[in-house]
């Protein structure tokens, strides 16, 4: 059983380009959490997607931050017209019964915005 | 809002020797669970250990333990007979036994076993 799978694994976009991160969940699996880690500090919660549902998107900035979990697919999580400070490692964890159980995670994209 | 604080930012250790990481938590909930999370160098997040706080008993995962004081909002982690593998970040993390599905972390601690 493969593990959470996140592609790119490294994004370098330029200030007012779009970046798109994705992430296929362990197979089974119907809980998608994404989290944001800056340097030198823990991750934070962003968006928590249910298949085809948002269920908690309140640590997502209200602009130019969006995210989707589809019928088939991966989940993705897009940023519009980056910024300086949208430079960080972005972590994918998926779950079979929801975050108070094990969550397991991607690898992460590290996204650099020149 | 619950809040989470690692007050060790780094430690080293010799291989083989025994190492407590320290983690502190605010909350006015009762129910909820803790977390021990690793992150070697390859970056993936690893759980390493999970605690109810509602369970007095201390949980163990082999060479990793905990020792959960719930009056003193205090998660510590101790590492038994440490491994050059056990180099790592160690983040611990909170989540509510109701309501919102999300992990608090703390800011981490860089953990370096030396050989």
């Known amino acids: 059983n493969a593990g959470v799978m996140q592609n790119p694994r490294h994004l370098v976009r330029r200030r007012g380009q779009e970046a798109r991160l994705r992430c296929s969940p362990m197979?089974?699996?119907?809980?998608v959490y994404w989290y944001r880690q800056l340097p030198e500090e823990g991750l934070k919660f962003m968006v928590y997607?249910?298949?085809?549902?948002?269920?908690?998107e309140s640590g997502m900035p209200k602009e130019r931050f969006s995210a989707e979990f589809p019928k088939e697919g991966p989940s993705i999580l897009r940023i519009q017209q980056v910024v300086r400070g949208d430079s960080a490692a972005y972590f994918c964890?998926?779950?079979?019964?929801?975050?108070?159980?094990?969550?397991?995670f991607g690898s992460g994209t590290q996204l650099s915005v020149l | 809002a619950q809040t989470v604080t690692q007050s060790q930012p780094e430690m080293s250790v010799q291989e083989a020797e025994t190492v407590t990481l320290s983690c502190t938590y605010d909350?006015?909930?009762?129910?909820?669970?803790l977390f021990w999370y690793k992150q070697p160098p390859s970056r993936q997040m690893i759980l390493v250990i999970r605690?109810?706080?509602?369970?007095?008993q201390n949980a163990t995962e082999n060479r990793f333990s905990v020792n959960f004081q719930k009056a003193a909002k205090s998660f510590s982690l101790k590492i038994s007979d440490s491994q050059l593998g056990d180099t790592a970040m160690y983040f611990c993390?909170?989540?509510?036994?109701?309501?919102?599905?999300?992990?608090?972390f703390g800011q981490g601690t860089r953990l370096t076993i030396n050989p």
């Open positions: 993390a909170f989540i509510l036994i109701q309501g919102a599905q999300k992990l608090v």
């Open positions: 605690q109810e706080a509602y369970k007095q």
């Open positions: 197979k089974g699996h119907s809980h």
């Open positions: 964890a998926s779950s079979l019964q929801g975050a108070r159980e094990k969550l397991f």
């Open positions: 909350t006015s909930e009762s129910n909820y669970y």
């Open positions: 997607l249910q298949k085809e549902n948002i269920i908690d």
